[in-house]
Antibody
């Protein structure tokens, strides 16, 4: 059974870069059947797709975040990462990594527990 | 961009049936997926491709999709069903996932 675990700082200063890593166990991020994604949830709000990456390294980003966003993967560590630059208080949220079943009309079949990132000086 | 509309809240008496709707333009042409998120927990997929249940999800959870509305039906609602529920599609035009705004289910 696949497991995903987010790690990274819980506090980031405004204008700095938010960096998180998702470690995957029980599956290989080199699998062609899945995308590996980031989703966030601002306090009291719904789910917001951030972006995802395919095993080839191809990335897909939310247009509203694209200019500040970079998602990458490290197959040797079975990890993928999120970097969101120039953060503001509006980026305070619970950030979750998730696996997307990539065939047909894709859906999120496994999620990490999520990690709260607060943007504050 | 494609928009999915859910009612913000729904209250149902324990033992009754909850029907959570997800509206979208010609949504019947999409495959709709549903997630349950209990307070403080990660989302869990409860229905995919309109009406398929992942293993481990009770038969009380079912889905349907027609016209401009998809529906998640929870039969014999239990206290443990109290959660936020989100619908999601992968709209071809957008080429990325789209979530509904979520519905908070309260069990009375």
């Amino acid at each position: 059974q696949v497991q995903l675990q987010e790690s990274g700082p819980g506090l980031v200063k405004p204008s700095q870069t938010l960096s998180l890593t998702c470690t995957v166990s029980g599956d290989s991020i080199s699998s062609a059947a899945y995308y590996w994604s980031w989703v966030r949830q601002r306090p009291g709000k719904g789910l917001e797709w951030i972006g995802h990456i395919y095993h080839s390294g191809t990335t897909f980003y939310n247009p509203s975040l694209k200019s500040r966003l970079n998602i990458s993967l490290d197959a040797s560590k079975n990890q993928f990462s999120l970097n969101l630059a120039s953060v503001t208080a509006a980026d305070t949220a619970v950030y979750s990594c998730a696996r997307i079943f990539a065939y047909g009309q894709a859906y999120f079949d496994s999620w990490g527990q999520g990690t709260l990132v607060t943007v504050s000086s | 961009s494609y928009v999915l509309t859910q009612p913000p809240s729904l209250s149902v008496t324990q033992g009754q049936t909850a029907r959570i709707t997800c509206g979208g333009n010609d949504i019947r042409s999409e495959s709709v997926h549903w997630y349950q998120q209990r307070p403080g927990q990660a989302p869990v997929l409860v229905v995919h491709d309109d009406s398929d249940r992942p293993s481990g999800i009770p038969e009380r959870f079912s889905g349907s999709n027609s016209g401009n509305m998809a529906t998640l039906t929870i039969s014999r609602v239990e206290a443990g069903d109290e959660a936020d529920y989100y619908c999601q599609v992968w709209h071809d035009y957008s080429d990325h996932p789209v979530f509904g705004g979520g519905t908070t289910l309260t069990v009375l």
